[in-house]
């Protein structure tokens, strides 16, 4: 059964770097099967893709967000990561770590984390 | 980025009856659809993808169609745990985009 459980501070002071974690279970992100995605949901809004990464490395970002967005993996923990800079409050939302069984064209999103609320605030 | 509409934006329905939502894309994607449920509180949940096929473990009642930019989701008979909302996804070029989710209610 795969899991995926998010982890990270639920608050950010604006300007600062969020960082959240995604550990995995039931499967390997060094698959070659699958990529490993962010999204995120403001509360009472629609859904949102921040970017994904795969066995090779490479990461595909949304434009909106590229800028300041990183995504990078820790295969030894089975661990991928998200770094999002500069935040403002427009950022508060619910972030969801994925699986991705889409292809190197196509994203589609089978495994999902549980979510976690980040807040960005002074 | 290709914009997805859908609509209604909510419906009130009775366990039993028959749902259909609609989707559509600002341009075409051909079948690369996907439909997911979410309920308050939870993440998203993968029902449909390539716009008609069955994710695994996903009752029959959920199905999909269409092509190019219009896609319907059908529920045949409305059950108790399908009160939730709905939103589609296209998956046909970067970045994949959502549609704005359709609520469905009890009536």
């Known amino acids: 059964q795969v899991q995926l459980q998010e982890s990270g501070p639920g608050l950010v002071k604006p300007s600062q770097t969020l960082s959240l974690t995604c550990t995995v279970s039931g499967d390997s992100i060094s698959s070659w099967s699958y990529y490993w995605s962010w999204i995120r949901q403001p509360a009472g809004k629609g859904l949102e893709w921040i970017g994904r990464?795969?066995?090779?490395?490479?990461?595909n970002y949304n434009p909106s967000l590229k800028s300041r967005v990183t995504i990078a993996r820790d295969t030894s923990k089975n661990q991928f990561s998200l770094k999002l800079s500069s935040v403002t409050a427009a950022d508060t939302a619910v972030y969801y770590c994925t699986r991705d069984r889409g292809d190197e064209d196509s994203v589609i999103l089978d495994y999902w984390g549980q979510g976690i609320l980040v807040t960005v605030s002074s | 980025d290709i914009q997805m509409t859908q609509s209604p934006s909510s419906v009130s329905a009775s366990v039993g009856d028959r749902v259909t939502i609609t989707c559509r894309a600002s341009?075409?994607?051909?079948?690369?659809l996907a439909w997911y449920q979410q309920k308050p509180g939870k993440a998203p949940k993968l029902l449909i993808y390539?716009?008609?096929i069955l994710q695994s473990g996903v009752p029959s009642r959920f199905s999909g169609s269409g092509s190019g930019t219009d896609f319907t989701l059908t529920i045949s008979s409305l059950q108790p745990e399908d009160f939730a909302t709905y939103y589609c996804q296209q998956a046909s070029s970067f970045p994949p985009t959502f549609g704005p989710g359709t609520k469905v209610d009890i009536k």
């Open positions: 390539a716009a008609s």
């Open positions: 341009q075409g994607i051909s079948s690369w």
């Open positions: 990464m795969y066995v090779t490395g490479s990461p």
